[in-house]
Nanobody
Framework: QVQLVESGGGLVQAGGSLRLSCVAS????????MGWYRQAPGNQRELVAT???????NYADSVKGRFAISRDIAKNTVYLQMNSLKSVDADVYLC?????????WGQGTQVTVSS
């Protein structure tokens, strides 16, 4: 069983920054890819950013140039650096990992942006 534990969420002023972390219970290089989604209550999950096993990254248009996904393989951790935060970025951010068709999810970390 794979466990993903997110941290780093919190309250930040508009224009500020946060860095989210996702620690996996197994070697992250065993995953085909990992990523971050976000979800507001009653809404569908929205892709934010992904990082493939080969290190390739992909971003939602709404966060390009502001967010950056990275990883530390030795720490089994994926990060999401979020800069220039806007009120529309406020959501629960969830870490995900995919391995041979199986998707795993963390519990999420809340990001709140004050204007």
């Amino acid at each position: 069983q794979v466990q993903l534990v997110e941290s780093g969420g919190g309250l930040v002023q508009a224009g500020g920054s946060l860095r989210l972390s996702c620690v996996a219970s197994r070697y992250i290089f065993s995953f085909n890819g990992m990523g971050w989604y976000r979800q507001a209550p009653g809404n569908q999950r929205e892709l934010v950013a992904t990082i493939a096993r080969d290190g390739g990254t992909n971003y939602a248009d709404s966060v390009k140039g502001r967010f950056a996904i990275s990883r530390d393989i030795a720490k089994n951790t994926v990060y999401l650096q979020m800069n220039s935060l806007k009120s529309v970025d406020a959501d629960v951010y969830l870490c995900t990992a995919v391995r041979w068709g199986d998707a795993y999810w963390g519990q999420g970390t809340q990001v709140t942006v004050s204007s």
